[in-house]
């Protein structure tokens, strides 16, 4: 049975899964394993998998479960996860949890842990939707929670250019939600009744949600130790 930690992470765009994950690699000593990232770093590789991945995505296909696994399990044979990864992106679906649960299984892992990331869906319509960035050196700001010292003026370099991603409205941040809650219920089911299920309230400020995130981490690691 392999000691190495495995830890998921569940939520929709904007709940700070990548803040998280950062903090708990530097903590923890894990590696975060984003399936984008994945996908580009196997394609400019040239790995089998990734070769299989570029064939694909050239023909404007989606890549399949098959490849994404295939990618997974190369990057998991390289030494510096060996302590611990952190799945953010994957699985999304029921059938991507019970093929990884197959490839965890060969080299005898499994899932330690899943952290869902729980928001208030008219909360973080709101969180999103108002956030814009300085043009010159791209500090954050937001319509409610944080606004300029001095309105239209950069607090860190004085500029006085803002802007808004495009995708940062509030119906794109809506039907991105739904998505995520239609497409993620039944993984929370799915790991809810294998005992791996933990839910953390992302609505929290950063600092309280990462000491509710170390603590699972703590619990995995500390249990291999």
Do not use: W
């Not at 392999?2 to 903090?23: C, E, F, H, N, Y």
């Not at 296909?61 to 490849?67: K, M, Q, T």
């Amino acid at each position: 049975m392999s000691d190495r930690t495995v830890l998921i992470l569940l939520g929709p765009p904007g709940a700070g899964k990548g803040t998280q994950a950062r903090m708990l690699e530097e903590a923890f000593g894990l590696v975060q394993l984003s399936t984008g990232d994945l996908l580009r770093a196997a394609v400019a590789a040239g790995t089998e998998a990734g070769r299989a991945a570029k064939a694909v995505m050239d023909a404007g296909g989606l890549v399949s479960d098959g490849i994404v696994l295939a990618i997974l399990k190369d990057r998991m044979a390289e030494p510096d996860t060996a302590r611990g990864i952190i799945l953010d992106g994957f699985p999304r679906t029921e059938g991507q949890a019970v093929a990884l649960d197959r490839l965890l299984a060969e080299g005898g892992e499994n899932v330690g842990a899943v952290i869902s990331m729980e928001v208030n869906d008219a909360a973080m319509v709101e969180r999103v939707a108002g956030r814009y960035t300085c043009a010159g050196c791209g500090e954050g700001y937001h319509d409610r929670y944080k606004q300029p010292k001095v309105t239209g003026v950069c607090d860190k370099c004085g500029a006085t250019s803002f802007r808004r991603r495009a995708d940062d409205n509030a119906e794109t941040v809506a039907a991105r939600l739904a998505a995520y809650h239609a497409q993620t219920a039944p993984l929370i089911s799915y790991y809810a009744a294998r005992g791996v299920l933990h839910r953390v309230d992302a609505m929290a400020p950063i600092d309280v949600v990462a000491d509710a995130m170390a603590a699972q981490a703590r619990r995995l690691t500390g249990a291999r130790r």
